[in-house]
Structure formats: C-alpha cells, structure tokens
C-alpha cells in the first residue's frame, strides 16, 4: 500500500471532523475519532470468526463457564467481541444507536473494553447521541474498509500514527506532552540501534523494546519500524507504560491495531506501580517530561531508596523533587539485560532530557551521585546535543543521552559529546513552540538524520582526526574527565578584642550573660572601664576585663559558654589579628571558608600549593569535608570564543542609522 492509500483512508475517518463541528473543539476531534477507528478496525479484523465467537461465547454460556480462552482461540486474536451486533447495523437503527452501541461495545473482550473505558467512549457515546450525531458517525466509519487483506497491520499502523499526529496538531497546547516529532524520534532510534545493525540482519532474530513513559507508543512503533526495515523477518515486541490514560489508549489501540500484544502495554505510574518488575530488554527509549516533580510518588520512591539501596532501582541517589527526569533514567538502568561472560547479551538506552541532568546538584547531591555511578560503571556511551525549538511545548535546548552496558573496544571507559545543534532547518509553519526540524533527505530537505548518525559512528576517528571537516563537532572523553573533588579550603580566624558601644551591647544582648546572676554588675563594670579599651590578643583582654571585674566587687564567670559569649561580642576580625585556636590547631572562619572543584585524580595539596597559596598562603584543606562530584559541562566545551565587534564598525553603523532616521523624519515633515 502506497503513502497516498495511507493518506486517504486516514482523510476519510478525518472527514467525520466535518460532521462534529460546532459541536466539539477542534481539539476534541480525536477523542470520537481515534476510538471509532479503532472500533471498525478491531470489527474488520474479527469479522471472518464472528459466527465462530457467538457459536462458542452461547455453548459456554449455557454451561456457567467462564470462556475467555476458547473465545480467544476461535477468534484466532487475542480479543473478540461476542454480540451479533455490527456497526452497520447498529446505524441503521438511528433511534436505537446509543443502547446498541453500548451493547456492542460491552460484548469484547476484557482487554478491548478496557482500551475504550481510557477513551471514555462511553461519555462520547453519550454526547454525539445528544447532538443527534451518532449515527452519522457510525455510518461514516462503517464505509471505511479496514479488512487486514486490504490493509496489512503494518499499513495500519502508519494510518492510525497519522491520525495521532493530526489530533496532536489540533491540540498543540498539549501535544507536546504525548507526542514527540516523529524526525526526533527517527534520529534516537537511529542512534539507539545503528551500532547493532548487523547483528539485527540475522534470521530468525528476536528484540524487545521498551519505553516507560510511552505516550502514544510513536517511540516504540518507530523502533520496530527501523528493526523491521534492517530485517522484515525480524520479532519485534514492544512493550510500554503510560500515567496518561487517554494516552494510553492510544498507544494500547496501536498494538492491537498491528497484532502486537496489548497487555505489554502497562497502565500507572513506572515509579509506584512497574508494570514490568523483573523484565529485562534488549532496547529501551523514552521522552519523559521535562522538570516535572514527583511528589505523589515521594513515598514509594523514598521507600525503595532506603529499604532496598543497590537492589532497587534508586540506590544511587535522588534528585531534587521537582525535577524526575533521573529516576526514569535510573529505572531504565534497572531494566538492562545482564552481559555474558562471551560478551552478549546487553541493552541500549536512549533517553531525552533538557540540560539540567548534565549538571544540577553539586557534589555529594542526588543527581551528582546518580551521574557518578552510570560514569564510574562505564554506562553512558555520548551525548548528542539537538537543536532548540524542536518540540511542541517547550523551545528549550535539548540532549540524548545513549547508555549501554556492553560497551564497543573503541568506547570503553570513553563517552563521546556530539554537538548538533546547528544541525536543522526553519519549518514552514510552527506548531507550538516548534519553529526547527530535522531534514530526512525527501523532498530537496537537507539529510540531517543521516549525517548525525553517520557522525555519530565515526566520532571517536573525527574526533582523534584534527583534518576530519566536523571534527570541532565531536569530543571524546575519559569518564573521570567529568569527575572533580569538592575541596573546602579554610583560613584561620584572627580577631582583635575591644570595647565599644557596639561590642558592649553585643554583650549585654547575650543570653549566656543576661543568665548570670551578676549580669548588671559585670556590665556596669565594664562601661565604666577606664584605660586602654583594645588588646591584640585574647589573653590581654581577659586579663584586663578580669581584673576590672574584681576591682568593681564582682566576680568573674568560669566556663566555655561565657568565655566564647565574651569572644562573640568582643571579638573583631581583622587581618592583622590573633589566629585563634582550638587544641592547638587554627580555627577555621566561616567567613573566609571557600570551594573549588578540583579535577579528580589531580593531588589536591599540589592544587592548593599553584592555584591558593600564592594569594592566601595561610589557607588549608579540610579533608574531612572533601566530596567527590561528576557534572558534564557540555557547552563549556564547545565554546568558541566570538571576539566583540570594533568599535569603529558599531560607530558606523549607528550613524548610517541616524542618517536613515533623519531622512525619514524629513520626509514626514515634508
């Protein structure tokens, strides 16, 4: 079947749009059209066993047994629909059309009923009914011929993904939240899989794909597509999860549009409730949404963190709660099949994120410790940086990460930084905030698709190659290049003493003081202290401050609480001041305490000897504190550094716009 058959048969269940105007949003179109499609679709495919289904549904009926596995069997599909029912007929009996419909629908099987519930078919049902509609839509679609031997699986796949994305154009304020554009997902999928193309040519091969924030499953049909493309004998199984219930009917509704199984599609949230604990794949790609914070699911995710530690999926860290794009990375790593001794075995990650995951959290946080564990277990393979404005709902730069876990010689203990991001043309027409596109070569576009994919497998040699004409385009790093020790580097507090208004009612303010029971007297002593009222060092001051104590008839306090409430009010820093110390050793001033992130495997004494001592050579390291972190500055190195205009050209040019304006106010004038 040809792209103009595909698109015709997708007009005409587009057509029924015609019928719901004025009564439905624009937006709203998909919601009666995409589960009618699928409702004539799912009659079509059924419609050579229906006799067989209703003889076997009446024979175990009249028995009392539950039939599910025999109905299933004489359907030869993994649901059926037990009514005598069609949609033609069900239209034809306009005033009957809601009853029979409901009726229709409630005789299929568990899995298809369920697919309609997410559509909330019923509540549609309802509405177009009202409107006096219903049956005119159902005889719109009863015209629609949608047999298997006219329309393959595959072919209806494309269909149903053209309507997806239609609905996704009509509802672009949320388009971005189900739907990733299909050249994005061409590019991941390329980059997902390029690398195994010979081993996925081999007959009889079999490969699962996974995506835990499915959508629509477009990730995931796009994958079997490229798998299928390198061999049409190929298995594919997807398998999928989605919080979003319209969402997930759709993507639901696809499986069972192309045969594909729809129980490897889970409802619910992949962190609290994993529809596929303990399942391993050999692919897995998600689009999960950017920024977006889990605190429904803080309980559950904190439980397994702290109960379950490196068994779980988030042993090594959290993020931020407002920010879940790690923990869906993390899940993914928990899903990787395990590498065999021989070396097979292994999964593929391909994951979008925008670019906070590449460096928020400092060392010893959440997301640094999660970035430390992939680095330091030789996972991540690269990172490709896309052009801005390539989604619908955010004009934001964005990044693929490619993990694996059975990493290429050539790859081991490397990851490679790919910049695409002048890699796009203008569209023609914006829909939302996407304003760029990848070019696939058709149509006089430019190929960007195939030339970052063809970069991407020849980055380590460009990158080592300083004549390759994209070698600025591509770096290649060790893993410990990421990595840095967080060292605090502390100075000694130095402090003069006095007495002044200021420091005397520093003094008096203090609780430890107003406690004393000679409070009044200690302080009436000082104020009326007469000689030097500043002393260099501590001793000094106590001694004197002691002795006017004495002499005023009062005692003077033990204790280290009255002692360090002294040094507070009458301590002043100064550069020039007494260090002071603690069991022998300097203080350090919180005041002065600073931070430096030093390369890690670099000696930080010998850091601390270059780049701190020549400007404070009374600094030193505090090792206790020392944390190791890992961020990966991507644009920090592809920064070309763009020296500023002269300034003779700016002067130019704004008086050639002040003669321009001139010319033009005279005009005006005129």
């Known amino acids: 079947m040809n792209s103009n058959k595909h698109t015709e048969l997708a007009n005409h269940a587009w057509s029924v749009a ?46 009392d047994i539950d039939g599910d596995y025999f109905l299933r069997k004489a359907s030869g599909h993994s649901f059926y629909n037990k ?43 309802k509405k177009l009914d009202s409107a006096n509609l219903l049956y005119q839509v159902i005889g719109k679609f009863t015209d629609l011929d949608l047999r298997p031997e006219v329309v393959s699986n595959h072919n209806m796949g494309y269909i149903f993904e053209e309507l997806i994305r239609r609905f996704a154009e009509q509802s672009n304020e949320t388009a971005g939240e189900h739907f990733t554009p299909r050249e994005v997902i061409r590019l991941m999928v390329n980059l997902l899989i390029a690398p195994d193309g010979d081993a996925l040519s081999l007959p009889g091969v079999v490969r699962t794909v996974m995506d835990p924030a499915c959508g629509t499953g477009g990730m995931l049909s796009a994958a079997e597509e490229h798998i299928k493309a390198l061999n049409p004998d190929a ?18 509704s696809d499986l069972m549009i192309k ?94 994120f925008n ?26 393979e690269a990172i490709v940086a896309l052009p801005d404005q390539l989604f619908y709902n955010t004009g934001i730069s964005t990044y693929f990460w490619i993990l694996t876990n059975r990493k290429d010689a050539q790859h081991k203990g ?64 060790n893993n410990t290049a990421f990595g840095y020790q967080r060292i605090t580097v502390e100075r000694p507090l130095k402090l003069r003493f006095e007495l002044t208004e200021e420091t005397l009612a520093a003094l008096e303010a203090s609780k430890v003081i107003q406690k004393l029971p000679n409070a009044s007297a200690l302080m009436e002593a000082f104020k009326a202290m007469e000689g030097p009222r500043s002393w260099a ?12 104590a004495v002499a005023a008839g009062t005692t003077w306090p033990s204790g280290a609480s009255f002692s360090k409430a002294v040094r507070e009010a009458a301590g002043v820093r100064d550069p020039e001041g007494e260090v002071q110390k603690v069991k022998g050793q300097s203080e350090p001033d919180s005041e002065l305490r600073n ?71 005279g005009e005006v004038t005129e």
Request: net charge negative; glycine share 8%; aromatic share 10%.
């Open 259 to 352: 045969g594909q199984d729809p129980e490897n599609i889970a409802f619910g949230n992949s962190f609290s409730d994993d529809g596929h604990q303990r399942e391993k794949f050999d692919y897995l790609l998600a689009n999960p949404p950017f920024g977006v914070e889990w605190k429904k699911v803080k309980e559950d995710v904190e439980y397994e963190h702290t109960n379950l530690g490196d068994s779980g999926r988030f042993g090594a860290g959290l993020p931020r709660i407002n920010d879940g794009s790690l923990l869906f990375l993390q899940h993914m790593i928990s899903k990787m099949k395990p590498v065999d001794a021989k070396g097979g075995g292994g999964s593929r990650i391909a994951i979008v």
């Open 414 to 477: 490397k990851v490679v930084l790919l910049d695409a991001r002048d890699q796009w043309m203008k569209m023609r027409k914006s829909l939302g905030d996407k304003r760029k596109e990848l070019g696939d070569g058709s149509g006089g576009k430019p190929n960007h698709i195939a030339d970052i994919t063809r970069l991407y497998g020849d980055a380590v040699a460009a990158a080592a190659d300083a004549e390759h004409p994209l070698h600025g385009k591509v770096k290649v790093f």
């Open 595 to 665: 931070y430096e992130n030093v390369p890690l495997g670099e000696d930080v004494e010998e850091y601390l000897k270059r780049e701190v001592h020549p400007h404070v050579p009374d600094a030193w390291i505090d090792h206790t504190k020392t944390k190791v972190g890992y961020e990966i500055p991507f644009t920090r190195h592809f920064y070309v550094y763009k020296p500023p205009r002269p300034l003779t050209e700016i002067d130019a040019e704004l008086k050639a716009l002040e003669a321009e304006i001139q010319a033009l106010l």
């Open 83 to 125: 009514s005598a029912l069609t949609l033609k007929m069900i239209a034809a009996d306009p005033q009957n059309a809601a009853k029979n419909l409901q009726v229709y629908v409630g005789s299929f099987s568990e899995n298809a009923t369920e697919v309609l519930d997410k559509y909330e078919f019923a509540q549609q049902i």
């Open 235 to 252: 298995t594919v199984e997807v398998y999928g999860q989605e919080l979003n219930p319209e969402s997930w009917a759709i993507c639901r």
């Open 18 to 63: 015609d019928l719901l105007r004025g009564d439905y949003k624009q937006s709203d179109y998909g919601k009666v059209i995409l589960p009618f499609t699928v409702l004539r679709r799912l009659e079509c495919v059924l419609e050579p066993t229906r006799q067989k289904v209703a003889e076997t549904a009446a024979l175990y009926e009249s028995q």
């Open 355 to 380: 670019g906070s995951p590449l460096f928020t959290g400092a060392a010893g946080s959440g997301e640094s410790e999660i970035r430390r564990w992939i680095l330091e277990n030789d996972w991540l």
């Open 537 to 548: 060092t501590k001793s000094e001051a106590w001694v004197a401050l002691k002795d006017t």
